[in-house]
């Protein structure tokens, strides 16, 4: 059985379930996502590790507050959670909005990040598709009616008419411009994962940007494998249509997350 608790990490009461033992992995969902969501992912990593998972902000269990939702605050958040459950230096492992998250914690609180996954993110706006980029002003609450989301946010959340809020509040992270210094991406200490599907929310190009900052990109033959990797995963989407979504890769993931952090 999972240990489950709420830390209190400033104003916000966060949700946690500790699931296995061994070495410490933070386990970061993406946008309108719960800890349920990333089933199959939680339990295989806990075969072999301690999986920390956590509810962002607005999300799941963990009710929202009143500030903005950014990845610099929600990577604020984790490094509380850590330091509230006693955890010096943990591998991390971020999806989507977590994946954004868990740089940005690698950023912010390298002592915090062992080693780093990050799937399906960049570390600049501009980094998503075009056509992802011109759909999220379009974002409402109404589009949500009736899906799993919605059904999991009322199911789950403490304040469930607080649905339209975190809408709000996604729709202003989706359509704020970033670009995080690459001179800062190239010097993060942590070994890097970076894994995106071939047909998912993150452009090709920049995944290949963000695999040279961290130092691929050589001819290993030649010059040694580097510390970080680049996996794409062929016939695979960010999320949507069930089945050929990233996470649904799981039985991929579990092949080459653990031997990574390993």
């Not at 403490?158 to 970033?178: A, C, I, M, R, S």
């Amino acid at each position: 059985m999972a240990e489950t608790g709420y830390a209190r990490v400033g104003d916000l009461s966060m949700y946690y379930e500790v699931h296995g033992t061994g070495r410490q992995c933070l386990l970061l969902h993406g946008a309108y996502m719960t800890i349920d969501a990333m089933g199959p992912l939680v339990s295989g990593l806990a075969m072999t590790r301690q999986v920390i998972a956590a509810e962002m902000q607005g999300h799941g269990r963990t009710a929202d507050i009143d500030r903005p939702i950014t990845y610099e605050q929600m990577a604020d958040d984790t490094a509380g959670l850590a330091r509230e459950l006693g955890i010096d230096n943990a591998d991390v492992f971020g999806y989507s909005m977590g994946g954004g998250v868990a740089v940005q914690l690698a950023l912010r609180h390298p002592q915090v990040v062992r080693r780093l996954v990050v799937a399906s993110a960049g570390f600049a706006s501009d980094g998503m598709p075009p056509e992802a980029l011109a759909m999220f002003p379009s974002i409402t609450p109404e589009m949500f009616a009736g899906s799993p989301i919605e059904q999991e946010y009322l199911r789950l959340a403490p304040n469930p008419g607080d649905f339209p809020k975190l809408v709000e509040k996604l729709k202003q992270l989706d359509t704020t411009v970033f670009a995080w210094p690459k001179e800062e991406i190239r010097a993060i200490a942590a070994p890097t994962l970076i894994v995106l599907g071939d047909s998912d929310g993150v452009r090709l190009e920049h995944a290949v940007e963000f695999f040279k900052l961290r130092g691929g990109g050589v001819m290993g033959d030649l010059s040694g494998l580097p510390e970080s990797q680049l996996a794409v995963l062929p016939g695979t989407t960010h999320y949507v249509p069930p089945g050929s979504g990233l996470l649904d890769r799981h039985e991929w993931l579990l092949a080459m997350i653990p031997p990574f952090l390993d």
